[in-house]
């Protein structure tokens, strides 16, 4: 399968803590990208990191790409409430030009 | 600010109904998708579209058809709902599908087919 696959699939940390989420691919990508999706709604871009970057950040946002290990990470520090969500990978394949979403990690910020 | 827009965010139908679903994006963007969200399985893509009247099958198109008369607009038809299509339906809008530019999303239809 060349399913984005993310885990943990469900994370709960206390405000103010940092949350660590994984993507993981099987061949090689053009780019992967993050979104949040809140409850209910729909999909909202964070951050895109093409195959030749290996860190970005964006606010308390900070993401990671290492090709050889075929894994990307989210840090989001400092959480919020707010940041309670869905989080998603998204890839471009190279081969197949083929576009995959995974299946997300549920993020649950307790107060 | 960007925008996608679909039309409805609930809507309920009975089998063997035909349902639309539409979607307005005011970006000018060339390329528009319809997806399929259920719990534990992701996005899935039903169909996308790089220009109008241009269709491209995505990984589940079976059971669904797709118009895209103008360009800001893209329309998911139901041919004949059934009860395994209940589900949040999601389009999106985007540049440059080819280097998987950032897409923008509306906020999904939960349509339940009784």
């Known amino acids: 399968s060349q399913q984005g696959e993310e885990d943990p699939q469900a994370l709960s940390i206390q405000e103010g803590e940092n949350a660590t989420m994984n993507c993981s691919y099987k061949?090689?990508?053009?780019?992967l990208q993050w979104y949040r999706q809140n409850s209910g709604r729909g999909l909202v871009h964070l951050i895109l990191i093409r195959s030749n970057e290996r860190e970005k950040h964006s606010g308390r946002l900070r993401v990671t790409l290492d090709t050889s290990k075929k894994s990307s990470s989210l840090l989001i520090t400092a959480s919020r409430a707010a940041d309670t969500a869905s989080y998603f990978c998204?890839?471009?394949?190279?081969?197949?030009?083929?576009?995959?979403f995974g299946s997300g990690t549920r993020l649950s910020i307790r107060p | 600010d960007v925008k996608v827009t679909q039309s409805s965010r609930y809507l309920v139908k009975r089998t063997g109904e035909k349902v639309f679903l539409e979607c307005v994006q005011d970006?000018?963007?060339?390329?528009m998708f319809w997806y399929r969200q259920d719990p534990g399985l992701g996005l899935r893509l039903i169909y996308f579209s790089y220009d109008v009247k241009m269709k491209e099958k995505g990984d589940i198109p079976e059971g669904y058809s797709v118009s895209r008369e103008k360009k800001e607009r893209f329309s998911l038809i139901l041919e004949s709902a059934s009860t395994n299509q209940t589900s949040m339906y999601l389009c999106?809008?985007?540049?440059?599908?080819?280097?998987?530019?950032?897409?923008?999303f509306g906020d999904g239809t939960r349509l339940s087919i009784l």
């Open positions: 970006m000018d963007h060339e390329n």
């Open positions: 061949t090689s990508i053009n780019n």
């Open positions: 998204n890839l471009l394949y190279s081969s197949a030009s083929k576009i995959i």
């Open positions: 999106a809008s985007g540049r440059q599908r080819s280097s998987n530019q950032p897409q923008h």
